[in-house]
């Protein structure tokens, strides 16, 4: 049978394993977010500047179609004029297409600015559809890094939880009556840490330093105390597993 102190250290290392997996992944989440509305933009742009270049098309079909139009009129008015011979009618056809030529250069005018807008236009949105080819293929290959991250840290964290019910069904069977407190406390959302270990006299939930009394039960006849704070369950861990944990930590150096 597992003891009280082993239960409290593995359920409160495991419950802090458990926060920062949940946060990781909300992280990971947020980061996934953001190359995800960044490529958004990027795609946004590439269809603004595409749009622009279709409507400066438009406009300069139209101009065209006024240009053929006006050049229409001056044909059909230099026709006419070549088979009249009264000086009014002459007089009238040659303002008429004098207007139309003005008409004409002033459309070419327009038309050329249009075509050159047009131009950098088509040259701006080149540049952006093979800048964005590779960073479509960057983001792709982040996004794919940070989805099999958040399905690695996904899978941890329910190794986790799995493991806390394990745990927890051995608290209740064999100390039901802390694990009762233990149940009552855990949806107390005022009580930061369920369990919180003592160190350096004080409780590593509310940090709050312990009158010596209790910390001198924990060490000699009591296997686990309230805080008088935050309402956490204290602890103490033995000896060996203060061994275990130095020898973990000297590992990872």
């Known amino acids: 049978m597992p003891s009280l102190q082993s239960i409290f250290s593995e359920l409160e290392k495991l419950e802090e394993r458990k926060i920062l997996s949940k946060n990781k992944i909300q992280m990971l989440k947020n980061k ?116 099999e991250e958040i399905k690695k840290t996904e899978s941890e964290y329910d190794e986790i939880i799995n493991r806390i019910q394990e745990i927890l069904k051995d608290f209740q069977s064999n100390f039901p009556e802390i694990f009762g407190y233990y149940q009552e406390i855990s949806v107390d959302k005022k009580v930061r840490k369920t369990i919180a270990k003592v160190e350096k006299s004080a409780c590593t939930s509310c940090y709050l330093v312990l009158p010596p009394e209790i910390e001198a039960r924990l060490y000699t006849n009591s296997s686990y105390e309230i805080c008088p704070n935050c309402g956490a369950i204290l602890y103490v861990e033995s000896e060996e597993e203060n061994q275990l944990e130095d020898k973990q930590i000297q590992e990872r150096k």
């Open 32 to 147: 996934l977010k953001e190359v995800q509305v960044d490529r958004e933009k990027l795609q946004k742009r590439i269809q603004q500047k595409r749009n622009e270049k279709k409507e400066k098309d438009l406009q300069v079909r139209d101009k065209e179609l006024r240009v053929k139009e006006e050049e229409e009129k001056i044909r059909k008015w230099e026709a006419q004029l070549r088979e009249t011979s009264k000086f009014r009618e002459q007089k009238t056809l040659m303002d008429e297409i004098a207007e139309a030529k003005r008409e004409k250069n002033a459309i070419e005018d327009e038309l050329l600015e249009l075509i050159f807008q047009r131009d950098e236009i088509e040259n701006e949105l080149k540049k952006l559809e093979q800048e964005s080819e590779k960073k479509f293929g960057e983001y792709q290959e982040i996004e794919k890094e940070i989805e």
